[in-house]
């Protein structure tokens, strides 16, 4: 595979967050609502499209459970599925769920339906009492350890050296800026600010091209592997390749998110990833260097 950059997400990718930002959107809406969805139910959500945004898919799962209790008879897949067909993300999920339980049902279910104290509660139970203090600035309600502190690193010390020797290394994520700083410290990768895009630096968020094509710029790259655990991951990849025609975006895969196993795979190879690999520490051999 031709590359000369490599562009690569963190969740799922550089560190595991299945105990961290996955736990902490089942148990926020756990502890707003007294009941919430299965930590593997998150998947369907992120398969629907448009969830880069984890605060957005809580809020979107909240809807959902709120809408049981007004008598939806739609399974989490059935919701999840309707997300999709409308196009993906939380704007979806309101208008699949509007349609689903009528007007008036739905207004009631908007009155309960707390968008800022889920986002609250998620930064507490993800960040812990005391980064939350310095990086949300507010005293907090809940005393947690915080989540943050249970994300393995997938990513290797030598994975990391042959990728910054042999390629022009950028990041794309999801996550807000002081809280990708952590994760790329924790991991040992050294990234410029110009050479990255948080949840800060872009309003669109993936599967939108912008912040792929806008590295791909600054590197003055032709060929550019974009390594990520989602379909939007790849989505976005194959969005550059239909917007910029001068270049040549591939996406990559990898079964360390939430997508696994054969399934995970097909749905990859569905929408558009050019590889899939078990791990991101693979990626120096897809891209014919030696560790």
Partial sequence: MEADTVVLDIDGVLVDVADSYRRAIVESVERVYDQTIRKEDIQSFKDAGGFNNDWELTYAAALYVLALREGCSLSLDEFTNEIREHGGGLDSAELAMGAEVGANAFERIKEQWDPERLRDVFQQLYLGSDLYRTLEGGEPDIDC?????????????????VLQ????????????????????????????????????????????????????ERFDSEDVVFVGDTIDDVTTARRANEEDDSRTYTGVGVLTGGLTGVEGKQKFVAYGAQAILDDVNLLPGLLGVEQ
């Fill in 145 to 161: 350890e915080g989540f943050i502190h249970d994300e393995p690193i997938i990513i290797e010390p030598e994975t990391i050296e």
């Fill in 165 to 216: 020797a042999n390629f022009d290394v950028g990041v794309v994520t999801g996550r807000p800026s002081a809280e990708a700083d952590i994760a790329l410290s924790r991991v040992g990768l050294d990234i410029p600010d110009e050479h990255r895009f948080t949840m800060d630096d872009w309003e669109e968020g993936k599967p939108h091209p912008h912040a792929l094509m806008t590295l791909a």
